[in-house]
């Protein structure tokens, strides 16, 4: 059983920044892909971005490139993204969550989510 816990959600104004944690446990942590996503209210879970095994390998939606970045620390099993240039549309419900593989096909283990909500 894998276990994350997110972290670091809140409110802010528009063009703030916002550093999000999450804690994993259950398993060794650096053999296995993480990833963030978000749910805004009334659409559907996407995928914000995502960090392979080792962090040699990151994807990230279109609509945050530039301004959002993933990183892991193995050895405090954690995995963080720092948002900056926060806009409204960036509210949202994020998640974490843990692959079952080191690149990221398969999330299959999710934390309960951290609100951030960017004020105009």
């Known amino acids: 059983q894998v276990q994350v816990v997110e972290s670091g959600g809140g409110l802010v104004q528009t063009g703030g920044s916002l550093r999000l944690s999450c804690a994993a446990s259950?398993?060794?942590?650096?053999?296995?892909?993480m990833g963030w996503f978000r749910q805004a209210p009334g659409k559907e879970r996407e995928v914000v971005a995502t960090?392979?095994?080792?962090?040699?390998?990151?994807y990230y939606t279109d609509s945050v490139k530039g301004r959002f970045t993933i990183s892991r620390d193995n050895a405090k099993n954690t995995v963080y993204l720092q948002m900056n240039s926060l806009k409204p549309e960036d509210t949202a419900v994020y998640y974490c969550?843990?692959?079952?593989?080191?690149?990221?096909?398969?999330?299959?283990?999710w934390g309960n989510g951290t609100l951030v909500t960017v004020s105009s």
């Open positions: 969550a843990a692959s079952r593989d080191s690149y990221g096909r398969s999330f299959g283990f």
């Open positions: 259950g398993r060794t942590f650096s053999r296995y892909a």
């Open positions: 960090v392979s095994w080792n962090g040699g390998s990151t």
